[in-house]
């Protein structure tokens, strides 16, 4: 693997970058993350925007730098399975792959450091490490596909919601230690309608449990999508797992 210890030779846009240290580029030396500098594309898309088209053959993939990816899946009759989300610093796109097979649009909007195919493909054979780094976050992917089975097969509407903002506050700040268990603020990055489809619920189930979390004391929201949690302790009570 690449070795990385020597921050004099990182370039300035990837010193402050998450994905420098946990996510593929972690692998890279500094020399290779200037080689990589060189041919990668910052941007900010609006919420709504789509990334990555289901069946569309993938020239390009990005690390995700803030905001939110709704992955999704379309049926034959038009209906939608949202079935996952991304957040900083997950990797964007199936490198081992010609063509993508679900649908990535902006949920929030969302910050980008994208680069060509071909690039990363010729890292994939020089650097060895970008490929463990790829293996790794798959596996990630596998385990919280896994867990999300469980809670759509096994858990109570309340501990679906639950589970769902817990994830939203585990994830939405990437560097926060949830052990401090100091109150967490965010705006909810999927409408009650995607909530519903994401958790296999009606939206009128989504907002009953809303109601009895806020009811409760468990939450705090304001205009429907932004979230205040004072005790993660006791939201992550209220998932069923812990």
């Keep these: ?56 053959a993938a020239e390009s993939f990005a ?19 949202i079935v996952g989300l991304q957040f900083a610093p997950d990797f964007l796109g199936r490198p081992f792959q010609e063509t ?9 909007a969302v910050k980008l450091c994208a680069f060509p195919r071909s690039k990363l493909d010729a890292m994939m054979k020089e650097t060895p490490g970008v490929e463990q780094r790829l293996l790794r976050q798959t596996l990630k992917e596998l385990d919280e596909a896994r867990q999300w089975m469980l809670t759509l097969g096994r858990k109570t509407a309340s501990e679906k919601v639950a589970s769902f903002l817990y994830m939203i506050a585990a994830q939405i700040d990437p560097e926060r230690d949830l052990e401090d268990n100091l109150p967490i603020t965010f705006d909810l990055p999927l409408t009650r309608a995607d909530i519903a489809d994401f958790l296999g619920m009606t939206i009128e189930t989504v907002s009953r449990q809303f109601t009895k979390l ?9 205009q429907s999508r932004h979230v205040t949690v004072p005790d993660i302790q006791r939201l992550r009570d209220e998932t069923g797992e812990f």
């Design 214 to 222: 806020r009811k409760e004391g468990i939450i705090e929201l304001e």
């Design 1 to 56: 693997m690449s070795d990385t210890s020597n921050d004099t030779d990182i370039p300035e846009l990837c010193r402050s970058c998450e994905a420098r240290h946990n996510g593929i580029c972690g692998a890279l030396s500094g020399k290779e993350l200037k080689y990589l500098s060189q041919h990668t594309t910052k941007k900010t898309v609006p919420a709504g925007t789509e990334l990555v088209g289901e069946t569309e």
């Design 63 to 81: 690390n995700i730098m803030g905001g939110v990816v709704k992955l999704s899946k379309m049926m034959p009759d038009g209906r939608q399975q």
């Design 100 to 108: 993508s097979s679900i649908t990535a649009e902006a949920a929030t």
